[in-house]
């Protein structure tokens, strides 16, 4: 309870937290996994299948920050992630694996 008094006096928001789901909506989670010298994995981010996967990248880059220093991209079963489309349109599902690949420049 503590915590929330905190959280609540200082105006801070849990950004990460699902805190409402539509009609048709499902909550996933997937799991990502580096392939390369800043191995992580598997980090598992819980979301809705109409989020845009660029927001879960934007969370995956608050927790581990040295990604933001290389140009990435996202592949599941072999075929790379469009960026700008929801979980759904990129057909992933729950407990899927998503590997990081780190273009080398």
């Known amino acids: 309870m503590e915590i929330q008094n905190y959280k609540s006096k200082n105006n801070i928001k849990d950004k990460n937290k699902i805190t409402s789901i539509l009609p048709g909506e499902e ?20 979301c809705k299948d109409s989020d845009l996967f660029v927001r879960l990248e934007e969370r995956l880059y608050e927790d581990f920050p040295q990604f933001k220093e290389y140009e990435t991209y996202f592949e599941i079963k072999t075929k790379r992630i469009k960026r700008f489309k929801t979980l759904k349109e990129n057909n992933i599902k729950t407990n899927d694996v998503i590997n990081i690949f780190i273009i080398d420049n």
């Open 27 to 46: 909550i996933l989670g997937v799991n990502f996994v580096s392939m390369g010298i800043n191995d992580i994995g598997p980090y598992n981010l819980v």
